[in-house]
């Protein structure tokens, strides 16, 4: 199970529009969860509005009764039969911070795995991959419909999931996220960690990478130690990133402990990261930047941001603290 940040996150939902979109079938399939997980919104300050279609049948009247009941909080809008569900949530109000559309699966690129984050740009190039891999036939024209509200600004947020226990909680107060996010306006900045959560929140995210075996173990007391010296990128002022400030020489600094969260990567971040960095550093005086790494994704990443791969006796002494291990070089 993912490690919720509920404080954090809360700061950037209280007070903002939520909407919940459901068919009936999936919604009698988990009511109970999401009813559980819409609450759970409400208790952090969040406003809701469930949008579904379940039909006014007599074996349905529970679920009404129910709604109402444990759901005080949130607008209900029920879309009548033979009306376009999706086009209707969509249309439904003009301006939306977020929707969550809740499915059978959630957004899948063309080998079967699972999208975390895309924007409309990358959703036009790809989009004839998708449509006979989504759990529902019909969400390839839906996309472009998403596309088009985000597009114009109608809509800042939408996120498919695959509706179940606990996804609506784990998409949006975890690192990990449980389903795809669809955006274009990420505001992203690079700070340095400022207290204890953050910190916590920057072991979560290398501990992933731990588990890939791509860094040696930071753990919560190392980076608490060490906070004047790491730094996390920021998008929407939630934490998807993280570099350590490594001295090396009055010229050369390391970039340690680069991590991105799973949910975020390919979507640029890793540029965005080492780049800020490398520009906060080059104003400190630095000319040189380093950095010690195996994983592909990283190395892919260093050469396309103009980064060498080479070996040098100059840096002799931290190569032997990392037998094996590449090094890579940008100067300024």
Do not use: W
Request: with cysteine; hydrophobic share 35%.
């Amino acid at each position: 199970m993912p490690k919720l940040y509920v404080d954090e996150y809360t700061k950037s939902l209280s007070g903002k529009h939520v909407f919940i979109a459901c068919r009936e079938g999936i919604l009698r399939d988990h009511f109970s969860d999401i009813i559980a997980d819409i609450k759970f919104l409400n208790r952090q300050g969040v406003v809701t509005t469930l949008i579904h279609n379940i039909s006014n049948r007599f074996s349905n009247q529970k679920h009404f009764r129910e709604i109402a009941d444990r759901l005080p909080e949130t607008r209900v809008v029920k879309v009548l039969s033979g009306v376009d569900f999706y086009n209707h949530v969509l249309e439904y109000q003009r301006s939306v911070f977020k929707i969550i559309f809740l499915e059978r699966k959630y957004l899948v690129d063309q080998k079967g795995l699972k999208i975390n984050a895309i924007t409309t740009q990358r959703i036009r190039k790809s989009i004839g991959g998708y449509g006979d891999l989504i759990g529902n036939v019909n969400f390839k024209s839906i996309l472009d419909r998403i596309c088009r509200k985000i597009d114009h600004g109608n809509i800042d947020r939408v996120h498919i999931l695959p509706a179940g226990r606990y996804t609506i909680k784990h998409e949006l107060f975890s690192i990990e996220g449980s389903g795809t996010l669809i955006a274009n306006n990420y505001e992203e900045v690079l700070v340095k960690v400022s207290s204890e959560h953050e910190a916590q929140i920057v072991a979560g995210i290398l501990s992933m990478y731990k588990r890939e075996r791509f860094l040696k173990p930071r753990n919560l007391q190392y980076i608490l130690k060490r906070m004047p010296r790491f730094y996390v990128s920021k998008i929407d002022d939630i934490i998807v990133g993280c570099v350590e400030q490594l001295d090396i020489d009055a010229e050369t600094v390391e970039l340690g402990a680069l991590a991105i969260s799973a949910r975020f990567r390919s979507q640029r971040v890793g540029n965005f990261t080492v780049n800020a960095f490398v520009d906060q550093m080059t104003r400190k005086g630095y000319k040189r930047f380093i950095s010690f790494t195996n994983n592909p994704r990283l190395q892919k990443l260093y050469r396309g941001l103009g980064f060498e791969k080479r070996k040098t006796t100059q840096y002799q002494a931290r190569q032997e603290q990392s037998p094996g291990v590449a090094m890579f070089i940008k100067e300024k």
